[in-house]
């Protein structure tokens, strides 16, 4: 039997699946909808430094992204972040503090008070909760106001753009309700488990990198490596199910102004999930109903370059801004300290907007540079004015892991094993990190390829 895999969207999640079902000699075709592949990861010029647009630091933390670099041979064109840029920094009252980054350091941080470091020693002796908790009623519970306020909210602020409030414990932060279901106490089961894995080797880094050129350089080679199985400009408006096995799917999609069809065996929406609602809807109601149900919160992120002379890296890779200092920023990177390799000048990119100021990110560019200048005033204290300014806006930036997601994920999954021929992938699946969205995509591809070997 004659077997095509169509799959929809060129972003990350997208281009990895095509990329390791082409490997495999499957006939694949990619459309994406824009003119470019890569989604929401790009490289761009400004001042005549190269900013990351999306993510701009990526960990080496599984096995997938590993493989992927091996597989795209660009191990060697890998960049580390430089060892001045492991401090993090939290704004607390003013003024940057640094996380601690070990039980040690967090015995004696002025991040926390007396009560506070007091308080964690109870969190062993706290009950379970049977039901599902939000970020903050978890955290609170088991560790007390202040580790929320000046731990959980920035980390959420820098990972998920979102307030504690907004987040489940159980679809977000899985290994902590494990350890507490598992072990009684979140802090216990951390020992243990470190314990158990004391010794074992991993795959991989474990290291913060990037490229000369960004991210982007990954995004780049996939595209290479797909060649004419990528269609951009592709706009897909329609998903069937045929019933017939070969051709069991059909699309029709718009390019160049026409409209065309195009069948397939299998396919696999690698879209955010309001896009992905609304190519399901033909198929299933209730799952588009479902899938309507994911919210994105804002992101804008405001690339500066200074006058190295005028303005010196800060050591550390950045300053996370919690919600109680209310300022008007999420946070900043210190993009020229984490890889000075790259940069001659002093790079900073500031985030703003999120779940927690939706509308600050939806303002014009002009607004949102003078927004991030006083921004860095009021955190680092630096009132020079920039050589250079650029601003990347995403409306949808980043999914929300809400109250009952677990539900909306099983619904999907229950989908797929039922129609067995219709796939999702993107970062709403199993994580929002990039080589969270690798792994995801990567293992749709072999269920996708076991399917045919057994076929």
């Not at 072990?183 to 913060?208: L, P, Q, T």
Request: charged share 20%; glycine share 8%.
């Amino acid at each position: 039997m004659n077997h095509q895999v169509i799959i929809i969207g060129g972003g990350l999640a997208g281009l990895v699946c095509a990329f390791y079902l082409k490997r495999a000699n499957v006939d694949v075709k990619l459309f994406e909808a824009s003119a470019n592949t890569g989604g929401k990861i790009a490289s761009q010029q400004v001042g005549g430094e190269r900013f990351d647009v999306g993510p701009n630091t990526v960990l080496e933390s599984n096995e997938s992204i590993a493989r992927l670099i091996d597989d795209l041979h660009l191990r060697e064109r890998m960049i580390f972040a430089d060892a001045a840029s492991n401090a993090r920094f939290v704004l607390k009252h003013g003024a940057p503090v640094v996380m601690p980054a070990s039980p040690q350091t967090f015995l004696t941080t002025p991040l926390f008070s007396g009560l506070a470091k007091l308080r964690l020693l109870r969190e062993p002796f706290i009950g379970i909760s049977a039901r599902e908790e939000t970020l903050a009623e978890f955290c609170e519970r088991r560790f007390g106001r202040e580790v929320l306020d000046y731990a959980l909210d920035p980390f959420l602020i820098g990972t998920y753009a979102a307030r504690a409030g907004d987040l489940s414990a159980d679809a977000c932060l899985k290994l902590l309700r494990e350890l507490e279901q598992a072990h009684g106490s979140v802090i216990k089961g951390f020992f243990k488990r470190a314990k158990e894995n004391r010794g074992v080797k991993k795959n991989y880094s474990g290291k913060m990198f990037s490229f000369e050129h960004g991210f982007s350089e990954v995004m780049t080679s996939l595209r290479n490596e797909l060649g004419q199985a990528v269609l951009t400009e592709a706009q897909v408006n329609t998903l069937e199910a045929t019933g017939q096995p070969a051709n069991g799917v059909r699309v029709r999609y718009t390019h160049q102004g026409d409209t065309f069809e195009a069948s397939a065996s299998t396919v696999v929406i690698a879209a955010q999930a309001d896009s992905a609602a609304y190519l399901i809807e033909g198929v299933d109601v209730k799952l588009a109903a479902t899938l309507r149900q994911i919210k994105s919160s804002p992101v804008a992120q405001v690339f500066l370059v200074y006058d190295r002379n005028e303005v010196a890296s800060p050591q550390g890779f950045g300053l996370l801004v919690p919600s109680k200092e209310q300022q008007e920023i999420l946070g900043v990177v210190f993009n020229s300290r984490i890889f000075p390799a790259r940069y001659q000048q002093t790079v900073f990119t500031v985030f703003i907007g999120g779940s927690r100021q939706p509308e600050l990110a939806r303002q014009t560019d002009d607004d949102l540079k003078s927004l991030a200048g006083r921004g860095l005033a009021a955190t680092l204290g630096i009132t020079a004015q920039p050589i250079d300014a650029a601003v990347a806006k995403w409306p949808d930036a980043i999914p929300q892991y809400g109250l009952g997601y677990n539900h909306i994920l099983q619904t999907v999954s229950d989908f797929e094993s039922h129609t067995k021929n219709i796939f999702f992938t993107g970062n709403w699946r199993s994580g929002i990190s990039v080589p969270d969205t690798i792994a995801h995509a990567h293992t749709v591809a072999e269920k996708i390829l076991n399917a045919l070997i057994n076929d």
